[in-house]
């Protein structure tokens, strides 16, 4: 979500510090859940920070092209062209609205479930399907109009 890797590195380090400081009250058995959603909410502050001083999108992450391009590459045509598709869709999906685009990324990039996902963002699963929903609908009109654009 944050799109570097050293910053997203601090936010797990306070995520850590977070976890030891409240070691009295944590629970071993809801941990994967509050880390998650610890995590999330301190990557959404940090998102607000930059936009705020920034104005600017961020990339996803350093490994989304590991996990899109899994298919062996054949030529140099078919990598760039592989390139330049990941590139836009990393950038379709940081247009996403921040609820579209952080169950998106928990589902098809993380490989969490609904209930993970609804646990860990605390809103309801229907919720999470709706939104899922809406930000593939959402990629797939604007990667639509990508296509045509390299048509023409």
């Given amino acids: ?20 400081e409240n070691l009295d009250k944590f629970n071993i058995l809801s941990a994967k859940s ?8 301190l990557c959404i502050d940090e998102l607000r920070k930059r936009k705020r001083s920034f104005k600017n999108e961020i990339p996803i992450d350093d490994d989304f092209d590991e996990t ?3 298919k062996s590459k054949s030529s140099i045509d078919v990598e760039i062209s592989n390139k330049i598709l990941s590139e ?16 998106f990324v928990l589902y098809e990039i993380q490989g969490l479930k609904y209930k993970e996902i ?7 699963l229907n919720s999470v399907k709706v939104y899922l929903l809406r930000a593939r609908k959402k990629l797939q009109e604007d990667l639509k109009n990508y296509e045509l654009q390299e048509v023409i």
């Fill in 88 to 103: 836009q869709i990393k950038m379709k999906i940081n247009l996403l609205p921040e609820n579209l685009k952080s169950v």
């Fill in 118 to 124: 609804s646990k860990s963002l605390d809103i309801p």
């Fill in 34 to 41: 509050w880390i998650i959603k610890t995590t999330h909410n």
């Fill in 68 to 70: 899109y391009n899994e």
């Fill in 1 to 20: 979500m944050i799109g570097n890797k050293f910053e997203a590195e601090d936010i797990v380090q306070n995520v850590l510090l977070k976890i030891w």
